[in-house]
């Protein structure tokens, strides 16, 4: 279970397997050694409803909670962590928080790599780090008691050809085993837009379902590679369709039309409104109870990652609806970006309506 005083990624239980990925002998570095049996412990572990996650512009997060945040005036800091950050990390940390397998492909360079590498080995599930040139990004999060928050993110380290190169063998390496592939986060400069819609072509042939949750170019391409989900936020989703989403009619007729572009099924996150999801069974709205968020950093990957792990366990689109808004309800209540654990999750599933729309 993810420990509450802990990261975002903090596990109470032993570590995960480490699979490092070859690349030439120019972009190799020195990395801790893991035995073969170890690795083959995890492989076999995670051999069923397996979820893979994809982060290929990961950070070392680094949350700052504060008294107050005011304009122009000072704020003391109450507390200060740092941990393994990106949307594809935080998926698995939910999914597996959870009990579900999970395996995360990630890249990995610098020190702020080997630190990066360090937070993850007690993370309790296996990484298959896909080692790079440059430094990976590190993020800033500023939050007060009242859940108001700042967000300062890098923009990522410039990848080469053959680094992409290698991400896309790692990630074909394990699609085999898996039911379903997150393709989670933001791309580095380097990395071409099309390359997530490439990786959901690449997933469906091999008949293994897909979560998209991107912004911007890699979000347009991505959709118009057939995702079986889509999961963009408000914000997101404006960009995408260029237009402001003001009301509850916007918001139905944009999951309507992204859907139209593509995805078999949109989710559209709505923050302390819920979300609404466009499937081929029609129009659902999911209305969560009112809560005290104190910081909703994280809740869309809580979100994202508990809906996945709701599809494999076969629940309909409507549950899986409800499992999402559910976990991302539950880690907006959280200090810090934090997630909720399953327990914490369930309280507020009870209390998460979910309606069609006629």
């Not at 049996?37 to 996650?53: C, D, K, P």
Request: charged share 20%.
């Amino acid at each position: 279970m993810i420990a509450n005083g802990g990261g975002a990624c903090q596990v109470s239980r032993g570590g995960g397997a480490f699979l490092w990925l070859d690349l030439p002998a120019s972009h190799r570095r020195a990395v801790p050694a893991q035995s073969d049996s170890g690795a083959a412990r995890g492989r076999r572990r995670y051999n069923g409803f397996l979820i893979v996650t994809l982060t290929i512009n990961p950070a070392i997060d680094r949350t700052i909670t504060v008294d107050r945040l005011a304009f122009e005036d000072r704020a003391y800091i109450l507390s200060s962590h740092e941990s393994p950050g990106g949307r594809g990390i935080n998926a698995a940390c939910v999914v597996h928080s959870f009990g579900g397998p999970t395996l995360a492909v990630l890249t990995s360079g610098g020190e702020n790599g080997k630190r990066l590498e360090g937070h993850l080995r007690c993370c309790g599930f296996p990484v298959a780090v896909v080692p790079i040139r440059n430094e990976i990004r590190a993020n800033l999060t500023i939050t007060d008691k009242h859940g108001l928050t700042v967000n300062l993110n890098e923009a990522g380290p410039r990848m080469e050809k053959g680094e992409v190169a290698a991400l896309e063998k790692a990630v074909r390496a394990h699609l085999d085993r898996a039911d379903w592939l997150m393709v989670c986060g933001s791309i580095p400069p380097g990395v071409p837009p099309g390359l997530y819609g490439r990786l959901i072509g690449m997933a469906r042939q091999k008949k293994v379902k897909t979560l998209l949750d991107a912004d911007g170019d890699a979000l347009r391409e991505g959709v118009e590679a057939k995702p079986t989900v889509v999961t963009p936020n408000q914000q997101e989703a404006e960009r995408l369709l260029s237009r402001a989403l003001l009301t509850r009619a916007h918001f139905l007729e944009a999951a309507e039309r992204i859907r139209a572009m593509g995805a078999e099924t949109v989710v559209l996150s709505l923050g302390s409104r819920g979300a609404v999801a466009a499937a081929s069974a029609g129009m659902l709205e999911a209305v969560p109870p009112r809560v005290d968020a104190v910081c909703p950093i994280g809740s869309g990957d809580a979100m994202a990652a508990a809906y996945t792990w709701a599809m494999t366990r076969k629940s309909d689109t409507a549950d899986a609806l409800r499992w999402g808004v559910a976990a991302g309800t539950a880690s907006a209540r959280l200090p810090g970006m934090r997630f909720a654990t399953l327990p914490q999750s369930e309280e507020i599933y009870r209390q998460v309506e979910v309606r069609r729309v006629e």
